[in-house]
């Protein structure tokens, strides 16, 4: 079974301040992908940022980039620059590149982290 | 524009009853997924189907029914044999390069 971890719960931070958001994962797959998505208190789910696991090149959004590391298994989201309309929960998510067939398709979610921008 | 529309945006539910979710999409999407979202969890797989007149179960599919007869629409059934039913639901189908497109979701309450 595949996992995601997110252990901050929450953050706060001022705006144009930078902020940095934890994900980890566990899975037995070698390709899958990976995807931070925001959820503002409108519960829209947007997503912000995919990677694939065989890039070693850490994907970069605008004020958005992740921090890919395979071998830890751990896949950070780095905001820039950040601004008020940032204000949301952040989900860190987990998909299989095909579906191998032993567990079911679709993405796995982290528990998610509520980030507040401060003004 | 194309996107996910789900409907209705608030429903009530009394106890014993069937209520249905519905969720369209007109981006010729094959894969469709129903996700529920607890407060302070993350959202957990309830159904998905890969392509028309098929569906598999997800990880808490007890207590709720799909059906896939059209490529756009993938409506949910919350059964009465649902227990806890009040939460946050999310459709969703699946793009290209994996990601997932989701609607605005409806928020069912029991009464």
């Known amino acids: 079974a595949q996992t995601v971890t997110q252990s901050q719960p929450e953050m706060s931070v001022q705006e144009a301040e930078t902020v940095t958001l934890s994900c980890t994962y566990d899975?037995?797959?070698?390709?899958?992908?990976l995807f931070w998505y925001k959820q503002p208190p409108s519960r829209q789910m947007i997503l912000v940022i995919r990677q694939e696991a065989y890039k070693q090149q850490n994907a970069t959004e605008n004020r958005f980039s992740v921090n890919f590391q395979k071998a830890a298994k751990s896949f950070s989201l780095k905001i820039s620059d950040s601004q008020l309309g940032d204000t949301a929960m952040y989900f860190c998510a987990l998909r299989h590149s095909q579906y191998s067939g032993g567990g079911a398709d679709g993405l796995t979610f982290g528990k998610g982290t509520h980030l507040i921008i401060q003004p | 524009d194309g996107g996910i529309t789900q409907s209705p945006k608030y429903l009530f539910r009394k106890e014993g009853q069937n209520v249905t979710l519905s969720c369209e999409q007109n981006l010729n999407h094959d894969a469709m997924y129903w996700y529920r979202q607890d407060p302070g969890q993350g959202l957990r797989l309830i159904y998905y189907s890969q392509i028309v007149n098929d569906f598999q179960k997800g990880d808490i599919a007890e207590g709720y029914s799909v059906s896939r007869e059209k490529k756009e629409s993938f409506p949910l059934t919350v059964t009465s044999a649902q227990k806890n039913p009040t939460a946050f639901y999310l459709c969703?189908?699946?793009?290209?390069?994996?990601?997932?497109?989701f609607g605005q979701g409806t928020r069912l309450t029991v009464v």
């Open positions: 899975t037995s797959e070698n390709n899958y992908y």
């Open positions: 969703a189908s699946r793009g290209r390069a994996g990601e997932a497109f």
